[in-house]
C-alpha cells in the first residue's frame, strides 16, 4: 500500500523560505512520480508541481515558478518542497501526492491516485 507523509509546514513571513518533506512507505520514490499541491482557503486544491509519469518534464504552476522547486533524497525515500520568496497567497494546506512511471500512461499532468494528508502553511504580511 503506498502511504505519504507530509511535513513541514508552520507560520512563515512573507519573503521567507520553508521546506516541507514528503516521505514514502510501501514504495520506492525511484518508481514514482511525486507532486505537490496546494489547497488555499476558499479555493479548490490545485496542482504546483507534478513530475510527469511518463517523461522527463514537470509541469509548474505559474504562480510558483522560478519560487518553488521539487528535489529528492533516494534514501530516506523522500521528495521535498523548497518554497522561497513566500508571500501572503502561499498560504494554503499542502499535499503531496504519487503515481506509479509508466511510459504509455498519457493522463494529464497532475493526475495521481495516491494522497498523503496534508500539512499547514501560513505566510504572514
Known amino acids: 500500500e503506498v502511504q505519504l507523509q507530509a511535513s513541514g509546514g508552520g507560520l512563515v513571513q512573507a519573503g521567507g523560505s520553508l521546506r516541507l518533506s514528503c516521505t514514502g512507505f510501501?514504495?520506492?520514490?525511484?518508481?514514482?512520480?511525486i507532486g505537490w499541491f496546494r489547497r488555499a482557503p476558499g479555493k479548490e486544491r490545485e496542482g504546483l508541481l507534478c513530475?510527469?509519469?511518463?517523461?522527463?518534464?514537470?509541469y509548474s504552476a505559474d504562480s510558483v515558478k522560478g519560487r518553488f522547486t521539487i528535489s529528492s533524497d533516494n534514501a530516506k525515500n523522500t521528495v521535498y518542497l523548497q518554497m522561497n520568496n513566500l508571500k501572503p497567497e502561499d498560504t494554503g494546506v499542502y499535499f503531496c501526492?504519487?503515481?506509479?512511471?509508466?511510459?504509455?500512461?498519457?493522463?494529464?499532468?497532475?493526475?495521481?491516485?495516491?494522497w498523503g494528508q496534508g500539512t499547514q502553511v501560513t505566510v504572514s504580511s
Open positions: 510501501g514504495f520506492s520514490i525511484d518508481d514514482y512520480a
Open positions: 513530475p510527469s509519469i511518463s517523461s522527463y518534464s514537470t
Open positions: 501526492a504519487a503515481e506509479r512511471l509508466d511510459p504509455f500512461d498519457s493522463r494529464p499532468p497532475c493526475d495521481y491516485d495516491s
